[in-house]
């Protein structure tokens, strides 16, 4: 049955609970499976059968929520902000909390009548300030389910209650009554003490609380929207050889349009004129511009620094490279690890648990004849210490952080399950052309006969060579530089060139060319040839005139960094493994010269797959990393697969960790920070549950006024953003 993937934008989640209980409805449907995030509040699902996503939309709201399809989710408009009406709720309540608090604390501040003044002014805290959760815990309660909402709402409820109860019914009232501030609960009858300060003060720290969550939800995903600003805005497009200025939503592949120096250009395309350094910085991290020619791609969102270019468009909209890599981090920060579904299982029973226990408190203090203020007390500072608020954010915030951090240094990663493969690989497996090496040839070095110049070899030979496409005749010909013209210029098939340069009858190519012409080689270039083929490289033959001239040694070069790479990747008590299509003794040279021990060469495309299963079958778990679409299965194969950026889509769909840049580096980047963001994790759901396993026997024994634990419930949610932000600071 063909499956369907939506996402949908869910409002009015106050915590993780919501969360799992809006996935629970939508998983109860057939043939639906859902990931709902309640930190970027929005729910992945993929469905089969009849269902529509107008059905799955009813079934958030009918649980009490709000949910918006993409294309019907509204552009944020200003008054809408969150953060902005947390921020204002906060200061209010902060504003008229401080004095209620200091009131209730220092008995030498209590006036005659202190105790009307503090109602006066936790009344706006307990009603405008802590509206949010009374409406959560209400919304809830009409459905028949307990978050953590009606934890805060109960708890502040029940505080504010109390207090209206004993100014009004009881001793509260009387003019000159005073009370003082302690850390224990007093035995005491009750009716003679309010709890404005509690009320007041657990609400301007679940503010605040909510308030930095809120925020740093939105620091974090910012990565995201950074890069889908990065693009152009408009775009000169050449309309019947004119420059006609349009927005660069309105372009189509196959235009052309021109890009000016320090321009960005508009969209992945091919260069059609003029050459220039291209600055992909921000797209790669990569500091150095890239020179580009006619014939050369470039990406959408990078900046021309040098001449004019006139491009064609490839790819425009969502197939660009700009946009993969927005869906590649927004699919990233949607998915769940392992661990945080734990976290939304255990708060989804955990907030009755709490409830029932609060109950069982009041109860047993009751019944104990500790007085009804001391029963009540303990019970409230129950409810709010067992907010779990902390645990609802360890997973998500942690993510958030961890992939936008890793999407500025260019490095995607596709899912939270990523993050648990990274910590148990153990083998390295790295593909060598484009990975290990540039993928492009380029001229080595350069050997003559006797009494030879080799700037006229390298110059004779890269005349004859540009008019040839070949990579190989490239990579002379750039080395050469300005090369003179050439008279009665002839390829012959399969063995070289041929042509008359500066009156020169030259010939470059195989020694079998040479041979046809009767041309050969001296013993010193005979041993030039004999070493380049023995290390897997390409020898080019020049002679003239009758005579062998030169030998031009030819080869894939190795990357700068991948040394580095290769013994980064060592520290982190990975096993590199080279793994090509190439012959052996060109894959052992580079091999040497890296570093890498292990070599399997002379693989085809399809048994790479083979090569890893046999690595797993031996008890290894294996990371790949690959650029080609050869490569593609391997890297799904792989216990984790990791893409260079500069690869084929298909190696980029395949893998788990995308790197954008084409440095190698990159994957010891890349593992380094997939493994600190899961520890992170780690630690943010280890504090959270300690703090609520520890803190709740304390909060039913009666030692633990309830102010003070709304402060430790908010700190500890603070805590575990403050955490996860740390993930920032990764270089």
């Known amino acids: 049955m063909a499956t369907d993937t939506i996402e949908i934008s869910i409002g009015g989640m106050t915590c993780a609970s919501c969360a799992a209980r809006i996935e629970r409805k939508l998983n109860k449907l057939d043939g639906v499976e859902a990931s709902v995030n309640y930190a970027t509040e929005k729910a992945r699902i993929s469905y089969a059968g009849e269902l529509t996503p107008a059905d799955l939309v009813k079934v958030v709201e009918d649980t009490g929520y709000t949910a918006e399809l993409p294309a019907a989710a509204p552009a944020e408009k200003p008054g809408d902000d969150p953060v902005r009406t947390l921020r204002e709720r906060l200061i209010t309540s902060a504003v008229l909390s401080v004095p209620v608090v200091v009131l209730a604390m220092v008995p030498a501040l209590q006036f005659t009548y202190w105790q009307w003044l503090s109602l006066a002014l936790a009344a706006p805290v307990v009603t405008y300030a802590a509206w949010p959760f009374h409406k959560a815990a209400w919304t809830n309660l009409r459905h028949g389910a307990a978050t953590m909402d ?132 921000m797209l790669t991290g990569e500091s150095v511009p890239v020179e580009v020619r006619p014939g050369d791609a470039v990406a959408g969102a990078t900046v021309n620094a040098g001449g004019r270019l006139v491009v064609r468009a490839t790819r425009i909209g969502s197939d660009t490279q700009l946009a993969q890599m927005a869906r590649l981090v927004e699919e990233a920060q949607n998915g769940k690890a392992e661990v945080q579904r734990l976290a939304d299982r255990i708060s989804a029973v955990f907030v009755p648990i709490v409830i029932a226990l609060a109950v069982g408190t009041l109860g047993f203090w009751l019944g104990m004849g500790g007085g009804v203020g001391a029963a009540f007390t303990a019970a409230v500072a129950v409810l709010i210490i067992a907010c779990p608020c902390a645990l609802g954010l360890a997973t998500p915030t942690a993510l958030l952080v961890g992939t936008g951090r890793g999407a500025q240094l260019g490095i995607l990663i596709k899912g939270p399950e990523v993050l648990e493969s990274t910590r148990r690989v153990d083998t390295v497996v790295l593909d060598k052309t484009g990975t290990v090496t540039t993928g492009r040839m380029s001229l080595v070095s350069v050997h003559t006969a006797e009494g030879e110049d080799e700037d006229e070899v390298l110059k004779l030979a890269g005349a004859l060579e540009n008019g040839s496409e070949h990579p190989i005749a490239r990579a002379i010909v750039q080395a050469a530089g300005d090369v003179p013209a050439v008279e009665d210029f002839q390829n012959v098939e399969g063995l070289g060139v041929q042509g008359v340069v500066n009156a020169h009858a030259v010939l470059v190519g195989r020694e079998r060319l040479l041979s046809d012409w009767s041309v050969q080689l001296d013993p010193r270039l005979t041993e030039a040839r004999e070493a380049a083929e023995r290390q897997g490289r390409t020898a080019v033959l020049v002679a003239w005139d009758g005579k062998a001239r030169g030998v031009l040694v030819v080869a894939d070069t190795v990357k700068p960094t991948s040394k580095e790479a290769i013994a980064g990747l060592r520290r982190l008590g990975l096993r590199p493994v080279l793994l090509t299509g190439d012959n052996r003794a060109a894959a052992e040279a580079v091999a040497a010269e890296v570093g890498i021990d292990e070599v399997i060469a002379e693989v085809l495309p399809a048994d790479k797959v083979d090569v890893v299963k046999r690595l797993q079958d031996e008890g290894r778990v294996v990371a790949m990393v690959g650029d080609g679409v050869n490569d593609a299965a391997a890297l799904a194969q792989a216990d984790l697969g990791l893409a260079m950026g500069t690869g084929t889509d298909v190696a980029i769909e395949a893998s788990d960790l995308t ?71 990764f270089r």
């Open 659 to 729: 790197l954008v840049r084409g440095d190698l580096r990159a994957a010891v980047d890349a593992i380094r920070l997939a493994r600190r963001t899961l520890s992170t994790i780690k630690g943010n759901l280890f504090w959270a549950f300690a703090y609520n396993v520890a803190a709740l026997p304390l909060a039913a024994l009666g030692l633990l006024n309830p102010m003070i634990a709304g402060a430790a419930m908010a700190f500890s949610s603070v805590f575990v953003v403050s955490n996860s932000l740390r993930l920032r600071a």
């Open 150 to 281: 009606t934890l805060i709402s109960i708890g502040v409820g029940a505080a504010f209650l109390w207090s209206l109860y004993a100014l009004f019914l009881g001793t509260a009232g009387t003019p000159g009554m005073t009370h003082g501030f302690t850390f224990t609960i007093e035995r005491m009858a009750g009716t003679g003490s309010i709890y404005l300060e509690v009320a007041a003060g657990v609400t301007t720290f679940i503010l605040a609380g909510r308030y930095f969550e809120a925020r740093s939800k939105r620091r974090a995903g910012a990565a995201l929207q950074a890069l889908l600003e990065l693009g152009a805005k408009e775009v000169a497009v050449l309309r019947d050889g004119r420059e006609v200025r349009v927005p660069a939503d309105e372009l189509e592949a196959g235009d052309r349009f021109v890009v000016r120096p320090g321009e960005k250009i508009a969209t992945d395309g091919v260069v059609e004129e003029g050459t220039s350094a291209v600055d992909a910085s």
